[in-house]
DNA sequence: GAGTGGTCTAGACCACCAA
DNA sequence: TGGTGGTCTAGACCACTCT
């Protein structure tokens, strides 16, 4: 049984993928939906719904309802990217990557599990916003224990735990200075839905999931020496990673 | 400004995550919520199809709307986890990977791209269908060249193109005994909200989005042995990577 | 049969944008 | 000012589940 509402938004939908309606165009006005599929307003509002949320336009208030570039993320086949990259789709895009906050803090059961410390132990919190273009492309949490920030602190002279003083070498450059060489990390991906605060704060459209990741960076000895959550815009962000495999070397 | 529904919205969302409604509990019937916030039906539906659409909940007819558990899917902070994991969190439930379909076609311009084979080049298209527990978590498209699906069959015997031949050692494997070892292969991830047969597959939950997986599989001469896309219901997968760094030693 | 959620209507009012 | 989408109502009927 398909009802009424879904006839509708598949029929839209269709359009929207044949190209009839294509990306940056606008669907027809509900007035004329009405007309057109002869149902009450509620019933197309409810097809337009929808398609907000599959992700494939956008309504706008004394607009109308245009249709979103969904064009898929997957450029830039080149077999020697880098191991974290952002997206090559807009190109030559200004980024920048700022710390809203830092401070000491008591970590929580979550963190402390990551980083293996103690209970009650005191770790470095930061907050920080990577944007690209004008938008916040992704938010990191990032913690780091007492000792390595103390250790940094000691060698470079940068306060991790102070907004203002910012870093121009990146983390793991300082944490090698301070005699802490990260050997490895492990980054576990998942998505969901945001919830409101990351909508407001990605300035995410209706239909977009997020995409998590959870970093745990360790040294040689498997010793945690940092750990972060990401929080990205799945529309604005996609991961690639390289994975060495062993065949064929007596395996 | 904030709306009617918004506000019950709000008000539900707050009582799931402070644990008034738990997890598998039933938050209140519409008709309760009506009179309780004194609004008509439509506006409390507005109000439960978006919790829905965040993934919080899901509205069962002649049931109730039930708390989904979204409990993050990051247990098993082991430092030592394989390179790609199924979720540990529900246990020991069975998994199973099977060939759907399998047959010879002409790559389109997508594949012949990834890779790296000249226009109108045959390959060996795959399907697989990643089950745990009764529910396919996992839908692979697999394509492989002509001369790779070619040497596994003279060297091993086994035919990719047919899917009633149900090979039992994996393809790294036979790619390794044809004479062609993968020495890495390059992982790029995204998500999005699943279309309609996405949903059908999957068996997806309202508001759960999908995570895709775009891998491309080299020999030591970056030469791409296979390429592969994986869509994978989020709330019953993740992908975790363990990724080798370079500091403290020359760098 | 009683209770649940799902769909749909006809009409109203509001917020927003562009000409 | 006229057209766009967003919210809300009061009531109806339907599909489903459980007892």
Redesign the interface.
Known sequence: MTTRWQEIA?AL?DRIEDGTYPAGSKIPAIPELMRDYDVAR?TVRQAVTRLA???LVTPLRGVGTVVRD?TP??LG?T???P?RTWDVQTGEEKTSDRVIEAGWETADE?IL??LQLPKGSQVVHRVRHMTRGQQIAQVVDQWIPDHVATAIANTTGDDLADANHQQSTDL??Q??AAGH????????????????DEVAVLELPV???V?IT?R???NDK?Q?LETATFVAA??R?????????H???GE
Chains 1, 2 share one sequence.
């Open positions: 598949n939908r509620e949320n599959e992700g969904t993320v997957q086949y077999a020697s990217a191991a979550d599990a990551r793991y450059s944490m090698t060489p990260p050997a490895w990390d492990e980054e576990t991906i998942r998505s969901r839905m945001p919830d409101p239909g977009v999931p995409q959870y745990v960076t360790s498997d945690p799945s529309d962000m996609s991961q690639t990673f390289r994975v060495p495999l065949y064929g070397k």
